[in-house]
């Protein structure tokens, strides 16, 4: 699994429904904006990995302003939506290839027990997008701080 992980001041995401409506699915204040991709031959070790590290990852300030503290540690939310994307190969030509990432069902099943596993870690706020909608994802980037994570880089 791979995850682009953003720690924002607010973040939001809204679906665009085919009629032309727009409905929020997902708000978050201080957190984590997490964009999650499954790929193909994912495991529920690679699941675990990617679970782990977004609530643990240290990249809030402490009172000496180092980055010491999980998602965990503020009480913050996190905001997940899945992002097939994150395992496009634009390597030959100018169109990537998405063939590295994981078949839609099984993709979805991942992302909602990525959802649970985070709300079972204790995370005070767990949102998400809608899987394989139309979204517009807006967010508040803090610092700014961005982190890549790739289970198959992890262990």
């Known amino acids: 699994m791979r995850a682009v992980v953003q720690r924002v001041t607010r973040a939001r995401v809204t679906v665009r429904d085919a009629d032309g409506g727009e409905r929020v699915t997902g708000v978050i204040e201080r957190g984590l904006m997490v964009l999650l991709g499954a790929g193909a031959g994912d495991t529920a070790t690679d699941l675990a990995y990617i679970v782990d590290k977004i609530a643990n990852l240290r990249i809030f300030a402490d009172d000496a302003d180092k980055m010491n503290r999980s998602v965990l540690d503020v009480g913050g939310g996190v905001l997940v939506v899945s992002q097939f994307t ?7 030509g100018r169109r990537p290839a998405f063939t590295g990432a994981l078949e839609p ?3 979805k099943m991942l992302c909602e027990q990525a959802l649970a596993g985070l709300r079972a870690a204790g995370v005070v706020r767990v949102e998400a997008g809608e899987f394989a909608a139309d979204m517009a ?3 508040v980037n803090d610092g700014p701080v961005t982190i890549l994570l790739d289970s198959r880089k992890g262990f």
């Open 137 to 139: 994802v807006e967010l």
């Open 105 to 107: 069902v099984a993709a």
């Open 86 to 92: 994150l395992y496009g190969d634009a390597r030959q």
